[in-house]
């Protein structure tokens, strides 16, 4: 029967007190929409990857391709086809093209970043197009997906002109070199003819030298050098193939071997012939190299074939590849949807029949994907892909035993749904762990509150429990109807908050959306989970309840022989019992850190010891100095784990986020609340205040006499104020600087073209010189090629770390970058003396490689991982290849690996390039970036002025941290609100004494002032130490993590200012109500009015 | 003659409740002269210290008029009062209401600072005062750390640390033990010889007679009787 008596008294005592009853509801509900929206929106981030997986591979589930998509056989496709068909007929496997194109609609608008598919005409298994307008089907003609239509504003009818450069398999050099010398008679490969002939003979002279090609050999190439740079008489090189055709270079030697005659023709089986022409006999020695090019598809024989170009010196670089881009003009018989079938890779794509792309790209009868369908659904099919794999592989296998060519050699099956979806979980995860973590303050602040007001309750009905106590009721009943008030507020906050956590989670994805990820990329699609709103009401509902029950414990400990008259309990127990359990449990805990590893029981234990000692002086010294003594030195210890703890696991990161973070808060806040002269600083400044002082020094002294509530106070700012400054401050490590980025370059302009001289194509595609290339300067010319897949690249045995979608890049260093660039390295090889150093050992050992600041973070986001020296593995599918990291740069803009340009051309044959430039003094580059683009729009380049890019980057980051600093100042919502509680309840207790003040001659706008400035005093010293606190944690974190890095620190103080401010203001606009209604009530009724 | 330093005529004063009106004075006449210590005495809700309210501008009347010295209070606004009651009044309450979390010293020397003296000779005034009611050696002590006596002497020393022309003191002993009280009224009486100050006192306390000049007593919200008394 008690149980319905307490369960009475607790709904009254809600009742009694509405403003109380709303203001814990509204902090439990803060806490748990907080709680919600970061599970909502890690979901979201997690399910939005995942639908784009979806959308993308639609009915494929795993992919058969190599790296660097080498064409192979229709045949093997074909074989590996029937053998899986033999293990699993439920399956459906299709082949298809791919290929990168630059797309040019009839109005101008140019796509550079498109794709060309080729599907079969009729396949099952794999659904079909969705025509948005127009034909849906292949045999109707070419189909393009609404991502490009959109972007060339492309209508079914319209012309589209491709601009593309046919695919080429990776070859390797076979070397073969002969000497001669043009006396008048032929010479055998092996020297000079001896003895020489006389110098000069009347009449054309020449000598041969045959030579075998196989069939599997790709081009001819032959050059010709003099043996002797005293030489200048001019010699003609001509190269006939088996069926009589011949190949001649016009121009001649020059005598020097940088500018040798250069042949190169297309291979045919069979017995060459390579002739050697002179005006006339001579003493004349020279030098041919007839290099025979063969497809090759493994790293090994590209080394072999890259170390006998070794020998050739200067002439290697004639060896690059020119390849002539290709033109074709096609129709749009049909606009489809971008997913599904018509989404494939998510790129812009046109769609061809298989069979007429393979013709297009000189690629009749070969293919370079083949795509497997599980059985079910698209989701569904994702389930199957573990079982399936087995025997994929195990068909591959057949196959490339069936097919025993070296393209084939390369294939490996990918479960590319279960990859993306499995990034999606990963990244989703991440993303609800980092909001989570940042949550938990807000968490905590709303926590606080709740045990505020509990606490400021329990003062006020400190005669009634003392009643209730005298009169029979234990203190387990005592807790119980405080948990049932608990329980009361609980009820309309929970469900309230969890479903706010809905609106906030989608506002929050919204900015994402709108100002991080951008109009151009996928946005996160929002999903509502209502068993996550569910997991986030019990959590919220969990942590309130036991918040109320531990502050339920501490009230129903009420002294009755005081509480009775209202007085204060008596001197409090000798804390020496409790002082030595903290200390034995702080100790147990730092010593368990030893077997468990947990950095979070070697941050609390001996915070816990110090705590003990400090507390342990209380007798001695009295209370403010044991507090003092007790918190300040846990501050300093709890600043000195962030930077001495570097190792913390991701996941305990997690939690040693937030729990350090309260500690740090409260024990600032106990330190600077009982600061040696404090009380007596403020006194003085109060008495000085002229006819305020009276109502300043009730101002100032009210907060640090009244610890507790000042102090849970206090600490709900601090803790929403630190976790604001820590990340304000934290995030100026990853400003953006123009300068660094541009590196001495001011556009950057790509195409997915190989183009090794921009002025050299100009001159031989465009019918004009453009105009843009009068406005540069210089510009070089880096292969550029981009890994897909990404998670492929490890530096010392562990994937680089970094956020955001894969960015395996490869630059290829040329001489005039090794020479010109002016991206800083930090974390050079010690071998090394300077930058430059570092980029012309890249030309000079192919194995070593600089990356840029992306791969410079280790797994806990810690910059200034890398230390010249050590190893970078690239995983290419079964093979690897690894290079010798030489340093990090500091830019971050090109993202990737830097590596000798043959290495980047042999590795990914259908390279793009990154064009850097230099525009000439007083040009714009903006103007000059969009010039190039209208000027080369046939390569399809996008330019854009570097530091304008830094800058824009720049904006993005600081848009990002203001989404997430409006998420974080939530918990301000909070610390404010209890503010104005807090000020509403003290007016209400200390009635009389305001009464008093005002009876005595203090004038009411005096005692509005006095409460409120108690309250600025009360959020000052919340934030005061919140701020310190959180700057140097953020320098803590600074030294620990990117000091080394060479990253700068610099504090936000307009932030901090502007964040300070509102919190003031709020503060101010938050009491002034409470203030002046208490100001202002009758002073007659107030002096007598008594608790 | 010279003109009493608290003068009403025809006080009222009616408060609106949920129950209806409440008529806490019905008409009240009273001079004070300057000097007296005039006690007011009556059973509890007879209006006692809702006249001592309205006498020193706490409260305004629903009717009538009173004027202290040259000025009538029942006319002046809130600020005006306000400063009346801190320049020229002091005020000693029952339940002692010194400010919690201020020292002795602090609570005397705030009727100090609110007239705008200087923060040191304050100090000394206040100490003066503290010395004066027995408590100098007690002067940097919280009132929760003074007993309900010495909590009641502080609040004497605020009362006339400004040296105000009359005390109000509601019910200074209601608080205390009969002991205390007489001691708190004896200092009182003191306080008067020496400074000629002008005491109220509203008490149900017999006691009180022994010190007053005058006796008013009180009931239902009338002045039914006056006594003048040897003290």
């Given at each position: 029967?008690?149980g319905?008596?307490?369960?009475?008294?607790?709904?009254?005592?809600?009742?009694r007190h509405?403003?109380?009853?709303?203001?814990?509801?509204?902090?439990?509900?803060?806490g748990?929409?907080?709680?919600?929206a970061?599970l909502?929106?890690?979901q979201?981030a997690?399910?939005?990857?995942?639908q784009?997986?979806?959308d993308?591979?639609g009915?494929?589930?795993?992919t058969?391709?190599?790296?660097?998509?080498?064409?192979?056989?229709?045949?093997?496709?074909?074989?590996?086809?029937?053998?899986?068909?033999?293990?699993?007929?439920?399956?459906?496997?299709?082949?298809?093209?791919?290929?990168?194109?630059?797309?040019?609609?009839?109005?101008?608008?140019?796509?550079?970043g498109?794709?060309?598919?080729?599907?079969?005409?009729?396949e099952?298994?794999?659904?079909?197009?969705?025509?948005?307008?127009?034909?849906?089907?292949?045999?109707?003609?070419?189909?393009?997906?609404?991502?490009?239509?959109?972007?060339?504003?492309?209508?079914?009818?319209?012309?589209?002109?491709?601009?593309?450069?046919?695919?080429?398999?990776?070859?390797?050099p076979e070397?073969?070199r002969?000497?001669?010398?043009l006396?008048?008679?032929?010479?055998?490969?092996?020297?000079?003819?001896?003895?020489?002939l006389?110098?000069?003979?009347?009449?054309p002279?020449?000598?041969?030298?045959?030579?075998?090609?196989?069939?599997?050999?790709?081009?001819?190439?032959?050059?010709?050098g003099?043996?002797?740079?005293?030489?200048?008489?001019?010699l003609?090189?001509?190269?006939?193939?088996?069926d009589g055709?011949?190949v001649e270079?016009?121009n001649?030697?020059?005598?020097?071997?940088?500018?040798?005659a250069?042949?190169?023709?297309?291979?045919?089986?069979?017995?060459?012939?390579?002739?050697?022409r002179?005006?006339?006999a001579?003493?004349?020695?020279f030098?041919?190299f007839?290099?025979?090019?063969?497809?090759?598809?493994?790293?090994?024989?590209l080394?072999?074939?890259?170390?006998?170009?070794?020998?050739l010196g200067?002439?290697q670089?004639?060896?690059?590849?020119?390849?002539?881009?290709?033109?074709?003009?096609?129709d749009?018989a049909?606009?489809?949807?971008?997913?599904?079938k018509?989404?494939?890779?998510?790129?812009?794509?046109?769609?061809?029949?298989?069979?007429r792309?393979?013709?297009?790209?000189?690629?009749e009868d070969?293919?370079?994907?083949v795509?497997?369908?599980?059985?079910?659904?698209?989701?569904?099919?994702?389930?199957a892909?573990?079982?399936?794999?087995?025997?994929?592989?195990?068909?591959?296998?057949?196959?490339?035993?069936?097919?025993?060519?070296p393209?084939?050699?390369?294939?490996?099956v990918?479960?590319s749904?279960q990859?993306?979806?499995?990034?999606?979980?990963?990244a989703?995860?991440?993303?609800?762990r980092?909001?989570?973590?940042?949550?938990?303050?807000?968490i905590v602040?709303?926590?606080?509150?709740?045990?505020?007001?509990?606490?400021?309750?329990?003062?006020?009905?400190?005669v009634e429990?003392s009643?209730?106590?005298?009169l029979g009721?234990k203190r387990?009943q005592?807790?119980?109807?405080?948990?049932?008030?608990?329980?009361?507020?609980a009820i309309?906050?929970?469900?309230?908050?969890a479903?706010?956590?809905?609106?906030l989670?989608?506002?929050?994805?919204?900015?994402?959306?709108?100002?991080?990820?951008?109009?151009?990329?996928?946005?996160?699609?929002?999903?509502?989970?209502w068993?996550?709103i569910?997991v986030?009401?019990?959590?919220g509902?969990?942590?309130?309840m036991?918040?109320?029950?531990?502050t339920?414990?501490?009230?129903?400990?009420?002294?009755?022989?005081?509480?009775?008259?209202?007085?204060?309990d008596?001197?409090s127990?000798?804390?020496k019992?409790?002082?030595?359990?903290?200390?034995?449990?702080?100790?147990?805990?730092?010593?368990?850190?030893?077997?468990?590893?947990?950095?979070?029981?070697?941050?609390?234990?001996?915070?816990?010891?110090?705590?003990?000692?400090?507390?342990?002086l209380?007798?001695?010294?009295g209370?403010?100095?044991?507090r003092?003594?007790?918190s300040a030195?846990?501050v300093?210890?709890?600043?000195?784990?962030?930077?001495?703890?570097?190792?913390?696991?991701?996941?305990e990161t997690?939690?040693?986020?937030?729990?350090?973070?309260?500690?740090?808060?409260i024990?600032?806040?106990?330190?600077?609340l009982?600061?040696?002269g404090?009380?007596?600083?403020?006194?003085g400044?109060?008495?000085?205040a002229?006819?305020?002082?009276?109502?300043s020094?009730?101002a100032?002294?009210?907060?640090?006499r009244?610890q507790l509530?000042t102090?849970?106070?206090?600490?709900m700012?601090?803790?929403v104020?630190?976790v604001l400054?820590?990340?304000?401050?934290f995030?100026?490590?990853?400003e953006v600087e123009?300068?660094?980025?541009?590196?001495?370059?001011?556009?950057?302009?790509?195409?997915?073209?190989?183009?090794?001289?921009?002025?050299?194509?100009?001159?031989?595609?465009?019918?004009e010189q453009?105009?843009?290339?009068?406005?540069?300067?210089?510009?070089?010319e880096?292969?550029?090629?981009?890994?897909?897949?990404?998670?492929?690249v490890?530096?010392?045995?562990r994937?680089?770390?970094?956020?955001?979608?894969?960015i395996?890049?490869?630059?290829?260093v040329?001489?005039?970058?090794?020479?010109?660039?002016?991206?800083?390295?930090?974390?050079?090889?010690g071998?090394?003396?300077?930058?430059?150093e570092?980029?012309?050992?890249?030309?000079?050992?192919?194995?070593?490689?600089?990356v840029?600041?992306?791969?410079d973070?280790?797994?806990?986001?810690r910059?200034?991982r890398?230390d010249?020296?050590e190893?970078?593995?690239?995983?290419?599918?079964?093979?690897?290849?690894?290079?010798?990291?030489?340093?990090?740069?500091?830019?971050?803009?090109?993202?990737?690996?830097?590596?000798?340009?043959?290495?980047?051309r042999?590795?990914f044959?259908?390279?793009?390039?990154?064009?850097?430039?230099?525009?000439?003094?007083?040009?714009?580059?903006?103007?000059?970036?969009?010039?190039?683009?209208?000027?080369?729009?046939?390569l399809?380049?996008?330019?854009?002025?570097?530091?304008?890019?830094?800058v824009?980057?720049?904006?993005?980051?600081?848009r990002?941290?203001?989404v997430?600093?409006?998420?974080l100042?939530i918990?301000?919502?909070i610390?404010?609100?209890?503010?104005?509680i807090?000020?509403?309840?003290a007016a209400?207790?200390?009635e009389?004494?305001?009464?008093?003040?005002?009876?005595?001659?203090?004038p009411s706008?005096?005692v509005?002032?006095?409460?409120v400035?108690?309250?600025?005093?009360?959020?000052?010293?919340g934030?005061?130490?919140?701020?310190?606190?959180?700057?140097?944690?953020a320098?803590?974190a600074?030294?620990?993590?990117f000091?080394?890095?060479?990253?700068?620190?610099s504090?936000?103080?307009?932030?901090?200012?502007i964040?300070?401010?509102?919190?003031l203001?709020?503060?101010?606009?938050s009491?002034?109500?409470?203030?002046?209604?208490?100001?202002?009530?009758?002073?007659?009724?107030a002096?007598?009015?008594?608790? | 003659?010279t003109?009493?330093?608290?003068?009403?005529?025809?006080?009222?004063?009616t408060y609106?409740?949920e129950?209806g009106?409440v008529h806490?004075l019905r008409?009240?006449?009273?001079?004070?002269?300057a000097?007296?210590?005039?006690?007011?005495l009556?059973?509890?809700g007879?209006?006692?210290?809702?006249?001592l309210?309205?006498?020193?501008?706490?409260?305004?009347?629903?009717?009538?008029r009173v004027?202290?010295?040259?000025?009538?209070?029942?006319?002046?606004?809130?600020?005006?009062?306000?400063?009346?009651?801190?320049q020229r009044?002091?005020?000693?309450?029952?339940?002692?209401n010194?400010?919690?979390?201020l020292?002795?010293?602090?609570?005397?020397?705030?009727?100090?600072?609110?007239?705008?003296?200087?923060?040191?000779?304050?100090?000394?005034?206040?100490?003066a005062?503290?010395?004066?009611?027995?408590?100098?050696?007690?002067t940097?002590?919280?009132?929760?750390?003074?007993?309900?006596?010495?909590?009641?002497?502080?609040?004497?020393a605020?009362?006339?640390?400004n040296?105000?022309e009359i005390?109000?003191a509601?019910e200074?002993?209601?608080?205390?033990?009969?002991?205390?009280?007489?001691r708190?009224?004896?200092?009182?009486?003191?306080?008067?010889e020496?400074?000629g100050?002008?005491?109220?006192i509203?008490t149900?306390?017999?006691?009180?007679?022994?010190?007053?000049?005058?006796?008013?007593?009180?009931?239902?919200?009338?002045l039914?009787r006056?006594?003048?008394?040897p003290g």
């Amino acid at each position: 029967m008690i149980g319905g008596q307490l369960w009475r008294i607790a709904k009254r005592n809600a009742k009694r007190h509405k403003a109380q009853a709303i203001a814990a509801a509204a902090a439990v509900a803060v806490g748990t929409m907080v709680l919600s929206a970061s599970l909502l929106a890690g979901q979201a981030a997690e399910g939005g990857i995942r639908q784009v997986a979806f959308d993308v591979l639609g009915q494929t589930d795993e992919t058969v391709q190599s790296e660097g998509d080498f064409f192979v056989p229709e045949e093997a496709a074909e074989a590996f086809t029937r053998s899986v068909n033999d293990r699993r007929p439920d399956l459906q496997v299709s082949p298809a093209v791919t290929h990168a194109t630059v797309a040019r609609s009839s109005q101008g608008l140019t796509e550079p970043g498109a794709l060309t598919i080729g599907y079969p005409a009729e396949e099952e298994g794999f659904g079909g197009f969705e025509a948005v307008e127009g034909a849906d089907d292949l045999t109707e003609g070419v189909l393009v997906n609404e991502r490009l239509a959109d972007r060339l504003d492309l209508s079914a009818g319209d012309e589209l002109e491709l601009r593309y450069a046919p695919p080429l398999d990776p070859v390797v050099p076979e070397v073969t070199r002969f000497e001669g010398n043009l006396t008048g008679a032929g010479s055998a490969p092996s020297g000079p003819l001896d003895p020489p002939l006389p110098e000069e003979s009347s009449g054309p002279v020449s000598e041969t030298f045959t030579f075998e090609v196989d069939e599997a050999d790709e081009r001819v190439v032959g050059v010709l050098g003099w043996g002797s740079p005293e030489n200048s008489t001019d010699l003609d090189l001509a190269l006939q193939a088996p069926d009589g055709t011949t190949v001649e270079n016009t121009n001649g030697t020059s005598g020097s071997p940088d500018a040798p005659a250069f042949v190169n023709a297309t291979a045919q089986a069979g017995n060459w012939t390579a002739e050697v022409r002179a005006e006339a006999a001579a003493e004349q020695p020279f030098q041919l190299f007839v290099i025979v090019l063969r497809p090759a598809f493994s790293l090994e024989e590209l080394r072999e074939g890259r170390r006998a170009l070794a020998d050739l010196g200067p002439l290697q670089e004639r060896l690059a590849e020119q390849r002539a881009t290709e033109r074709e003009t096609v129709d749009v018989a049909g606009v489809v949807s971008g997913e599904g079938k018509g989404g494939f890779t998510g790129e812009p794509a046109v769609f061809f029949e298989m069979q007429r792309l393979q013709t297009l790209l000189d690629r009749e009868d070969e293919v370079n994907l083949v795509r497997v369908s599980n059985p079910g659904g698209v989701r569904e099919g994702l389930e199957a892909t573990d079982d399936v794999m087995p025997d994929l592989e195990a068909a591959l296998n057949d196959t490339k035993a069936d097919v025993d060519q070296p393209s084939v050699q390369a294939l490996s099956v990918e479960p590319s749904k279960q990859a993306v979806v499995e990034r999606a979980e990963e990244a989703g995860s991440q993303f609800t762990r980092f909001l989570t973590t940042l949550s938990s303050f807000t968490i905590v602040a709303g926590v606080l509150l709740v045990v505020n007001l509990f606490t400021m309750l329990g003062e006020e009905r400190r005669v009634e429990m003392s009643v209730m106590r005298a009169l029979g009721t234990k203190r387990r009943q005592l807790t119980a109807t405080i948990g049932l008030e608990g329980l009361l507020y609980a009820i309309p906050g929970v469900p309230v908050g969890a479903l706010a956590g809905l609106g906030l989670a989608y506002v929050l994805v919204g900015a994402v959306n709108d100002f991080v990820i951008g109009p151009d990329s996928l946005p996160i699609p929002f999903v509502v989970d209502w068993g996550t709103i569910l997991v986030a009401a019990a959590a919220g509902l969990a942590i309130t309840m036991v918040a109320v029950l531990l502050t339920g414990v501490r009230l129903s400990r009420v002294n009755i022989a005081s509480g009775l008259k209202d007085r204060r309990d008596p001197v409090s127990r000798d804390p020496k019992l409790a002082v030595r359990a903290t200390a034995i449990v702080g100790t147990l805990a730092g010593l368990a850190y030893l077997p468990t590893g947990f950095y979070t029981l070697l941050v609390l234990g001996p915070a816990a010891v110090i705590g003990a000692v400090g507390w342990g002086l209380t007798r001695r010294y009295g209370k403010r100095i044991a507090r003092f003594t007790a918190s300040a030195p846990v501050v300093a210890y709890g600043l000195w784990t962030v930077l001495a703890f570097q190792d913390v696991s991701a996941a305990e990161t997690s939690y040693i986020v937030p729990i350090r973070g309260v500690m740090l808060v409260i024990a600032a806040v106990v330190a600077v609340l009982n600061a040696p002269g404090l009380p007596k600083l403020f006194k003085g400044l109060a008495r000085r205040a002229g006819r305020l002082a009276p109502a300043s020094m009730v101002a100032l002294s009210y907060p640090t006499r009244k610890q507790l509530r000042t102090g849970l106070t206090a600490s709900m700012f601090a803790l929403v104020i630190l976790v604001l400054i820590f990340f304000s401050t934290f995030f100026t490590v990853f400003e953006v600087e123009p300068e660094r980025e541009a590196g001495g370059y001011d556009v950057h302009a790509e195409t997915r073209l190989p183009v090794d001289d921009l002025e050299a194509w100009a001159d031989e595609n465009l019918d004009e010189q453009p105009s843009s290339l009068d406005r540069v300067a210089s510009s070089e010319e880096l292969p550029r090629a981009r890994i897909v897949g990404g998670d492929i690249v490890e530096i010392d045995g562990r994937p680089p770390e970094y956020n955001g979608p894969p960015i395996d890049v490869f630059y290829g260093v040329t001489p005039g970058f090794a020479e010109e660039n002016g991206y800083e390295l930090a974390g050079r090889s010690g071998t090394f003396d300077s930058d430059r150093e570092a980029y012309q050992a890249i030309r000079e050992d192919r194995s070593n490689a600089i990356v840029s600041r992306v791969y410079d973070a280790d797994e806990a986001g810690r910059l200034g991982r890398i230390d010249g020296g050590e190893e970078l593995t690239v995983d290419l599918g079964g093979r690897s290849a690894n290079f010798t990291v030489l340093g990090a740069q500091r830019q971050q803009y090109l993202g990737g690996i830097f590596v000798h340009e043959d290495t980047v051309r042999e590795l990914f044959p259908t390279h793009g390039t990154s064009i850097l430039v230099r525009v000439d003094e007083g040009e714009d580059p903006r103007q000059v970036a969009r010039q190039l683009e209208t000027d080369f729009q046939d390569l399809g380049l996008n330019a854009e002025d570097i530091r304008e890019q830094a800058v824009q980057t720049q904006q993005q980051n600081a848009r990002f941290y203001t989404v997430l600093q409006v998420f974080l100042g939530i918990g301000l919502v909070i610390g404010v609100a209890s503010l104005g509680i807090v000020t509403a309840k003290a007016a209400l207790e200390r009635e009389q004494e305001l009464g008093i003040m005002r009876a005595m001659g203090i004038p009411s706008e005096h005692v509005t002032a006095s409460l409120v400035g108690e309250a600025l005093l009360t959020a000052l010293l919340g934030i005061i130490p919140g701020l310190a606190v959180g700057v140097a944690a953020a320098y803590a974190a600074f030294l620990a993590f990117f000091a080394d890095a060479g990253a700068t620190f610099s504090v936000p103080w307009t932030s901090i200012a502007i964040l300070v401010s509102i919190s003031l203001v709020a503060t101010v606009a938050s009491t002034i109500p409470p203030a002046r209604k208490a100001a202002e009530k009758n002073t007659a009724k107030a002096v007598r009015v008594r608790r | 003659m010279t003109a009493p330093l608290v003068s009403a005529r025809g006080l009222e004063r009616t408060y609106s409740t949920e129950a209806g009106e409440v008529h806490a004075l019905r008409g009240v006449d009273v001079d004070i002269d300057a000097g007296q210590v005039v006690a007011i005495l009556g059973p509890s809700g007879c209006g006692k210290t809702t006249l001592l309210n309205c006498l020193s501008g706490i409260d305004v009347p629903t009717a009538g008029r009173v004027r202290f010295d040259d000025r009538q209070l029942d006319e002046l606004a809130d600020d005006a009062r306000t400063d009346i009651r801190s320049q020229r009044m002091g005020f000693v309450f029952q339940a002692f209401n010194l400010v919690q979390v201020l020292t002795a010293v602090e609570n005397v020397e705030m009727p100090l600072l609110l007239d705008g003296h200087e923060p040191d000779p304050t100090r000394e005034t206040a100490q003066a005062a503290l010395d004066r009611v027995g408590l100098g050696d007690r002067t940097e002590h919280l009132p929760n750390q003074l007993s309900g006596g010495e909590q009641q002497r502080v609040a004497l020393a605020r009362s006339l640390v400004n040296e105000p022309e009359i005390v109000w003191a509601d019910e200074p002993t209601g608080d205390l033990d009969r002991d205390t009280g007489l001691r708190v009224l004896d200092l009182m009486a003191e306080l008067n010889e020496e400074l000629g100050q002008t005491y109220v006192i509203v008490t149900h306390d017999d006691k009180v007679l022994d010190y007053a000049d005058r006796v008013l007593h009180m009931e239902s919200g009338k002045l039914v009787r006056e006594e003048a008394t040897p003290g």
